[in-house]
């Protein structure tokens, strides 16, 4: 089983740790705490483009690859390779699920319009793990705006809709996926 492991707030307190860190394989969002809550391990990090500066909250201890996810970007993909490098010496790729993202940002120009037209990084990361990791059940841990436990009005996401692309996923790619 893969847990892939977000921030959100409702994990405080409920000591998954353990649980978290007993699957064979853990992704986390890049900057995202390590304690009895929310675990110690880590086998993939995502950061974005825009966060890369996250890269020096995580620690990157046991961390197998850097999964850097294209969304806005500042400079040359080349400079955040080098940036994260300095920081990490194990590889980094660039995700490589476009077919969800393009099905993101058509929806969302349609319907959802002016927010936000690419998907989340914690959506981002499940989707990833869907695709190319080889374990058949995920569970998605933390993903609070997801779940529907925290209401921000600063998101620029449609997590409803995110949650769907997640379950779609999970059906073509013949998964199956939890989020808690």
Not at 65 to 80: A, P
Not at 113 to 126: H, L, Q, R
């Amino acid at each position: 089983m893969i847990t892939v492991v977000g921030k959100g707030p409702s994990l405080i307190g409920q000591n998954f740790g353990s649980l978290i860190d007993s699957s064979a394989i853990v992704v986390r969002t890049a900057g995202g705490q390590l304690d009895d809550d929310y675990g110690h391990r880590t086998d993939y990090v995502i950061v974005t483009t825009l966060g890369v500066p996250e890269i020096l909250q995580s620690d990157l201890t046991g961390v197998k690859e850097v999964w850097l996810y294209k969304t806005r970007h500042r400079f040359g993909f080349s400079n955040y390779i080098a940036y994260i490098n300095e920081y990490f010496k194990g590889p980094v790729k660039f995700t490589n699920v476009p077919e969800w993202i393009d099905i993101y940002s058509n929806e969302s120009k349609k319907m959802y319009s002016p927010k936000v037209n690419y998907p989340s990084k914690g959506t981002v990361a499940v989707l990833e793990a869907l695709k190319f990791l080889p374990y058949k059940r995920i569970n998605a841990i933390g993903f609070d705006y997801i779940c529907g436990r925290t209401k921000v009005s600063w998101a620029k996401h449609d997590f409803a809709y995110e949650k769907k692309l997640i379950y779609d996923a999970a059906e073509l790619y013949n998964k199956k996926v939890r989020i808690i």
